[in-house]
């Protein structure tokens, strides 16, 4: 896959301008001005789609080191997978029953022992790329895995504060050495070694519009509610509603995301949401087991 980059706007939060050119072959990594070339070991992209058209083509376009990108797509009705299959990607079709599981599954496709595991709407910055490249050109490479730090970009806004963009995911790893633990939401990489913490950052851009976000949380709430059902969650409705105002000050003080302006309280605000629609669904879920 061949990419050339043009410098466009420098703005925060605002995507770089790429173009697809005609695929490179045999050749797996292309340098971009103020890139040394680096002989490192192969790496497997891999990244679960539903309708990602809005982003799908930029996350992809900063994977042009890696030796393959596999895509699991759940049913995207938009342009995603025409896009993927663009830029050269193996796509595969698998319907979707839970994080964890869907990112296994393409584990499982990727011919490489590392694999770059990210979300669609996760942009490598171009300091992170070089870092990456830099630990995996090691002769050695003693670590089983890597986390990176991820800053959340909500509405086209980076925020400076608040854990979302504090928190640091292992995001490469190699499938020797651990996977993903399955988990239908909030799932994770375990690994069985050592673990280095990179230093530059992944750009979150999590949602562009309050439709979208809605969105999100319907299928995370309806997923999240299974979750809680799993593990027998028992919480009584008078602690469901005074969990709102603990869950408001939680996002928008502790976590101090009043720093981030307006869109900060929108986020604080709708996260809330999110915690109360989860367990009025755990609700209807119990319901609907004791009639069986």
């Not at 070089?130 to 730090?149: C, G």
Request: overall charge positive; some cysteine.
């Amino acid at each position: 896959m061949q990419i050339e980059y043009r410098a466009g706007n420098k703005q925060q939060g605002v995507l770089p301008v790429f173009k697809t050119l005609s695929p490179a072959k045999g050749s797996k990594s292309i340098a971009f001005p103020g890139h040394n070339e680096l002989s490192l070991v192969n790496v497997s992209a891999v990244i679960i789609t539903l309708n990602e058209e809005a982003i799908i083509g930029e996350a992809i376009s900063r994977l042009w080191w890696c030796d393959e990108i596999i895509v699991i797509d759940s049913g995207s009705t938009d342009k995603t997978v025409e896009i993927c299959e663009q830029h050269g990607c193996s796509v595969y079709f698998r319907a979707f029953n839970g994080f964890g599981e869907q990112k296994n599954y393409g584990v499982s496709k990727a011919k490489n022992d590392w694999i770059l595991c990210i979300d669609a709407d996760e942009i490598l910055t171009e300091p992170l790329i070089d870092e990456i490249r830099t630990e995996l050109s090691q002769s050695q490479i003693e670590y089983a895995a890597f986390t990176m730090p991820r800053n959340l970009v909500f509405m086209n806004k980076v925020f400076g504060h608040g854990k979302e963009s504090k928190s640091s995911l292992i995001r490469l790893f190699n499938k020797t050495r651990g996977g993903w633990d399955g988990a239908v939401v909030h799932e994770k990489v375990c690994v069985e070694g050592a673990v280095k913490k990179l230093e530059n950052k992944i750009l979150h851009y999590s949602y562009h519009d309050y439709s979208q976000f809605l969105g999100k949380i319907n299928l995370y709430s309806s997923l999240g509610s299974r979750k809680l059902l799993e593990k027998k969650s028992n919480k009584g409705k008078a602690l469901v509603v005074l969990a709102i105002p603990f869950n408001f000050f939680k996002y928008y003080i502790i976590d101090r995301n009043f720093l981030n302006g307006y869109r900060g309280f929108v986020w604080a605000t709708f996260n809330t949401f999110y915690h109360f629609v989860k367990y009025l669904k755990l609700g209807e879920l119990k319901r609907a087991k004791s009639l069986q």
